[in-house]
């Protein structure tokens, strides 16, 4: 079952039109709430985002938190899933033609949500950790903007599947900006580290608490420029994400990094992130 | 009436999964061709970049020409209009699930047609001509795939909107890429010039045709970069695709250009590009 413009109903009869602005143009946004238990962590956060993306593709916001919270607990009420997602996404709606311009037209806004279960690391993964590779960044200038134009995120994702590993780590001009759907943090000299906020990456809710919780533990935390020597020479890497949580990675580009093995800082801020999950729940 | 996936039915019948890739990630290429008096022009030329456009984002030809070419006739037969289009899109379908790789899964690309009535220049614009504007281009690096990964293009082209402007004039670095859904050409001391092919802008089909048009009529033609500053100061301009001909503009920014008139190398490679019409047409 599945969430669509205020039906809840079996995905085989959900339709989207042809003409949906988010079908013709890939006009409109997203969001993916993790649940725990039923319990959408760190929504308020999620809510927020999705209303600026809405603002800076000139929408507005459609439902309210109290709307968005009981759509939610629908949807992932129907599976006892300890771990859970909602993807949600709303586009501009259906025109009654097809012009880039919408123009003065009062659309109503496309409004999709469904929930997803999350497989989080298992317990070999978090012996030896996973792999990525790097990809040129290819995408367009407002990254941060979470819209559903995602080809290139896409094709650096399949790249990524091609060669065994879990996520692409983009490289603009030879830094790191982020992964095909993931935030990029490194440890070196017991330092934290992850590119700067711009418009040319996901402000991560995930990679904001990780921040929050590497500072509770006194791990020092820089928000700088991450160059693709920095990432090669790193001690430990990981990729960051609402539906992934922080993944260690261990190989990149086929090249071991660090021990080869998850490293004692990703094993403390998980241990606290997964003990602030803990503290959330009860 | 649409075409979708092998049927001919009323729009209102049509449904597009929500999990189709196309409306989750504008995974997906299209193509726009103009239609005269039921006749598809420069098809296979059309054709030929739409197997481009696919193999860009690992997909492959999904029907033959002739199948185009039926469905095209069956769609335009619905409308007597002169000049139509058909708008067509290819998505790479729904998979069972929402992941940016599409892996090793065989999903069924969805094929999606439909037919939109031409509104060419009417007397009033051939005297007068249209304003455009100019915006930064913030779009990914591969415009040159015909991909439905249009949010940039759409935020321009509303921006032209609101500045009752026809089109916008994207500028990377301060030069002219292209339109927000056209190319872009200027003449200056009575040489035609546009931004050479590259990975950045779309190889339009019309602006290739007016290319060859040109040096027909011994006019000296260079694909070179064009400045802000060329643009502004050039004798005339104009925007040129498949469903607007060639549009002459004559105000940019609020300002007038050349002697603010369609000058005489537009009127020129436009009789030429109707008597060429003609000729197809008999």
């Given at each position: 079952m599945?969430?669509?413009?205020?039906?809840?109903?079996?995905?085989?009869?959900?339709?989207?039109?042809?003409?949906?602005r988010?079908?013709?143009?890939?006009?409109?946004?997203?969001?993916?709430?993790?649940?725990?238990?039923?319990?959408?962590?760190?929504?308020?956060?999620?809510?927020?985002?999705?209303?600026?993306?809405?603002?800076?593709?000139?929408?507005?916001?459609?439902l309210?938190?109290?709307?968005?919270?009981?759509?939610?607990?629908?949807?992932?009420?129907?599976?006892?899933?300890?771990?859970?997602?909602?993807?949600?996404?709303?586009?501009?709606?259906?025109?009654?033609?097809?012009?880039?311009?919408?123009?003065?037209?009062?659309?109503?806004?496309?409004?999709?949500?469904?929930?997803?279960?999350?497989?989080?690391?298992?317990?070999?993964?978090?012996?030896?950790?996973?792999?990525?590779?790097?990809?040129?960044?290819?995408?367009?200038?407002?990254?941060?903007?979470?819209s559903?134009?995602?080809?290139?995120?896409?094709?650096?994702?399949?790249?990524?599947?091609?060669?065994?590993?879990?996520?692409?780590?983009?490289?603009?001009?030879?830094?790191?900006?982020?992964?095909?759907?993931?935030?990029?943090?490194?440890?070196?000299?017991?330092?934290?580290?992850?590119?700067?906020?711009?418009?040319?990456?996901?402000?991560?809710?995930?990679?904001e608490?990780?921040?929050?919780l590497?500072?509770?533990?006194?791990?020092?935390?820089?928000?700088?420029p991450?160059?693709e020597?920095?990432?090669?020479?790193?001690?430990?890497?990981?990729?960051?994400?609402?539906?992934?949580?922080i993944?260690?990675?261990?190989?990149?580009?086929?090249?071991?990094?660090?021990?080869?093995?998850?490293?004692?800082?990703?094993?403390?801020?998980?241990?606290?992130?997964?003990?602030?999950?803990?503290?959330?729940?009860?």
């Amino acid at each position: 079952m599945i969430y669509l413009n205020g039906q809840f109903l079996p995905l085989a009869d959900a339709r989207i039109s042809p003409l949906d602005r988010g079908f013709l143009f890939g006009d409109g946004v997203y969001e993916f709430i993790p649940v725990y238990h039923g319990k959408a962590f760190l929504l308020i956060e999620h809510l927020q985002r999705l209303t600026r993306s809405l603002e800076a593709i000139n929408m507005k916001d459609v439902l309210t938190a109290k709307q968005w919270a009981d759509i939610i607990h629908t949807l992932c009420a129907q599976d006892p899933a300890p771990a859970q997602g909602i993807y949600l996404q709303i586009t501009r709606g259906a025109g009654p033609n097809r012009q880039h311009a919408y123009g003065a037209q009062d659309l109503t806004p496309t409004v999709f949500a469904m929930a997803i279960t999350l497989h989080l690391l298992s317990d070999m993964e978090r012996k030896t950790g996973l792999s990525a590779i790097t990809t040129p960044d290819t995408r367009w200038e407002n990254c941060y903007i979470k819209s559903i134009n995602l080809l290139p995120n896409i094709l650096a994702a399949q790249q990524a599947y091609t060669r065994d590993a879990c996520e692409a780590i983009l490289l603009d001009n030879g830094y790191v900006t982020e992964g095909s759907s993931s935030n990029v943090f490194i440890v070196k000299n017991n330092m934290l580290i992850t590119a700067p906020k711009s418009q040319g990456i996901l402000w991560g809710i995930t990679r904001e608490f990780i921040l929050q919780l590497a500072q509770e533990k006194n791990i020092t935390c820089l928000e700088k420029p991450i160059s693709e020597s920095d990432l090669q020479n790193s001690d430990e890497i990981w990729i960051t994400s609402s539906g992934r949580e922080i993944i260690p990675i261990t190989k990149l580009n086929e090249k071991i990094i660090g021990t080869g093995i998850p490293g004692p800082i990703w094993q403390q801020v998980e241990n606290h992130y997964q003990y602030s999950k803990e503290k959330f729940l009860s």
